[in-house]
């Protein structure tokens, strides 16, 4: 298959590369650098796009980070949309990243797509956890807002991905923990994503 990952420079599309590119298949990165003329380039000859698009969540949450974290996944799809329904032969999937922060923060039971609870509002949550949500629904409400009758679309709600990769969340938990900052968090009855 011919691949396009667009925002595949970062931790999961270096990941996908080497998973796909060790099956045989061809992989196109796309990046912010290039034109929208080579992104519909690269989208018309591919079979299947995996937009990863979006500034890095590891950061934090000044007013400018904010900004960028939403504006950066919202643009990238909206163009991807504009590109992919004017394409005459446009890739027949879609998969567009998104994020299990979508839902409650739950204590109670676990959330998935068939039983989870949209968040949002909760009382006594942290306005970084709304901002989470707000990104995550704007993204999806983005993703989901042009018809595309030629591609179908998935969005892909995942969380940390654990990676054992230079830069991945186990080298910064291990980081963490050579200044003396790691050992037991909460109870160890809480769900992880």
Not at 2 to 22: D, M, S, V, W, Y
Not at 38 to 48: G, I, K, R, T, Y
Not at 113 to 120: I, N, P, Q, R
Request: charged fraction near 20%; proline fraction near 6%; include cysteine.
């Amino acid at each position: 298959m011919k691949i396009a990952i667009p925002g595949g420079g970062g931790q999961i599309g270096h990941i996908l590369t080497r998973h796909f590119e060790a099956q045989g298949h061809a992989i196109t990165v796309l990046t912010r650098h290039q034109s929208s003329a080579d992104w519909s380039a690269a989208l018309e000859q591919s079979d299947v796009c995996i937009n990863l698009a979006g500034r890095s969540v590891n950061c934090r949450y000044d007013a400018a980070n904010r900004r960028a974290i939403l504006d950066s996944r919202i643009e990238s799809t909206r163009l991807l949309n504009r590109i992919v329904a004017s394409l005459p032969n446009p890739p027949r999937l879609w998969l567009n990243a998104s994020t299990a922060t979508i839902y409650r923060h739950p204590l109670d039971r676990p959330m998935d797509e068939a039983t989870g609870e949209l968040g949002g509002g909760e009382v006594g949550a942290p306005d970084t956890w709304n901002f989470s949500i707000d990104v995550a629904k704007s993204w999806e409400s983005a993703f989901f807002e042009t018809a595309t009758p030629r591609t179908r679309k998935v969005a892909l709600r995942s969380a940390v991905t654990l990676s054992p990769d230079p830069g991945g969340i186990f080298d910064v938990l291990l980081g963490l923990v050579r200044y003396g900052l790691g050992g037991t968090q909460g109870p160890g009855t809480q769900f992880v994503s």
